[in-house]
């Protein structure tokens, strides 16, 4: 399945499905290609940081919850006098 859609949204749904299938290791050849290639164009490249940014913070905020570790949202940050 590769994705020849255009324009901004397009753009970014592109990239949100390539790196889905790269992640869950369903890339084919042809996809692989083409996010490599969005690599090289500078809003798609963008897009493509953004898709993979989200990914790691959605697995990231998996495992803090899963190993009761503190949001970091939540940890005090005031210094002690």
Do not use: C
Request: proline fraction near 1%; charged fraction near 30%; glycine fraction near 2%.
């Amino acid at each position: 399945m590769v994705y020849r859609l255009e324009g901004n949204h397009m753009k970014k749904n592109k990239s949100d499905a390539l790196i889905q299938r790269l992640v869950q290791n369903k890339i084919t050849k042809a996809e692989w290609e083409e996010l490599l290639q969005g690599l090289e164009d500078e809003e798609t490249a963008i897009y493509l940081e953004a898709s993979m940014k989200a990914h790691f913070d959605k697995i990231m905020s998996q495992y803090q919850e899963k190993n009761n570790f503190p949001n970091k949202t939540h940890i005090n940050t005031t210094k002690k006098k």
